[in-house]
T-cell receptor, first 114, second 113 residues
Framework: NAGVTQTPKFQVLKTGQSMTLQCAQD?????MYWYRQDPGMGLRLIYY?????TTDKGEVPNGYNVSRLNKREFSLRLESAAPSQTSVYFC???WGRGNTGELFFGEGSRLTVL | AQSVTQLDSQVPVFEEAPVELRCNYS??????LFWYVQYPNQGLQLLLK??????LVKGINGFEAEFNKSQTSFHLRKPSVHISDTAEYFC???????????FGTGTRLTVIP
């Protein structure tokens, strides 16, 4: 049972380069989320998709774009990477609104921007 | 606005000793409360949650937490820790009807043999 799968697990970019983080879930969940985790700051929500076809900004959306490709997949794109985007990125999913149910997390994608 | 405070960034404790990880939140409306655990190089997984009802909530691996509305706290406890409990623990809160979970900064629990 794969759950939430993120790719790549590790990536090094130079400032100004672009990349896309991929996320897929096989639990038929409606909602999907992208968080970033930074030392001493916990997890902060970047974007979420409450259901297929919708996306909304979270706490820290600047510098990112997302696409809910279908019910299973939710990608995060950095158009022009900056050193401040060095972080560990987590994708998560839930049955519905995340505030009443359990979020299922992927194993994370560690991104370094030089 | 919501916020979550985990005052202790690191908690070392000897094996088989009890532990309490503290969490306080601020919100002007009713909230849902969660504790997640993150083992090294893994994603987060749910330990327990409080939505309504009994203020004492039991979770996996022998952990429990108590919701105290007057003190706006949701402290996590375990009467006897094991080496395998070494991990980072995150408290999270959301307001009813909102999509976002707000996470605390985490508490790293280290169990010493």
């Amino acid at each position: 049972n794969a759950g939430v799968t993120q790719t790549p697990k590790f990536q090094v970019l130079k400032t100004g380069q672009s990349m896309t983080l991929q996320c897929a879930q096989d639990m038929n969940h409606n909602s999907m989320y992208w968080y970033r985790q930074d030392p001493g700051m916990g997890l902060r929500l970047i974007y979420y998709s409450a259901s297929e076809g919708t996306t909304d900004k979270g706490e820290v959306p600047n510098g990112y774009n997302v696409s809910r490709l279908n019910k299973r997949e939710f990608s995060l794109r950095l158009e022009s990477a900056a050193p401040s985007q060095t972080s560990v990125y987590f994708c998560a999913s839930s049955w519905g609104r995340g505030n009443t149910g359990e979020l299922f997390f992927g194993e994370g994608s560690r991104l370094t921007v030089l | 606005a919501q916020s979550v405070t985990q005052l202790d960034s690191q908690v070392p404790v000897f094996e088989e000793a009890p532990v309490e990880l503290r969490c306080n939140y601020s919100s002007s409306v009713s909230v849902y409360l969660f504790w997640y655990v993150q083992y090294p190089n893994q994603g987060l997984q749910l330990l327990l949650k409080y939505l309504s009802g009994s203020t004492l909530v039991k979770g996996i691996n022998g952990f429990e937490a108590e919701f105290n509305k007057s003190q706006t706290s949701f402290h996590l406890r375990k009467p006897s820790v094991h080496i395998s409990d070494t991990a980072e623990y995150f408290c999270a809160v959301s307001e009813g009807g909102a999509n976002n979970l707000f996470f605390g900064t985490g508490t790293r629990l280290t169990v010493i043999p």
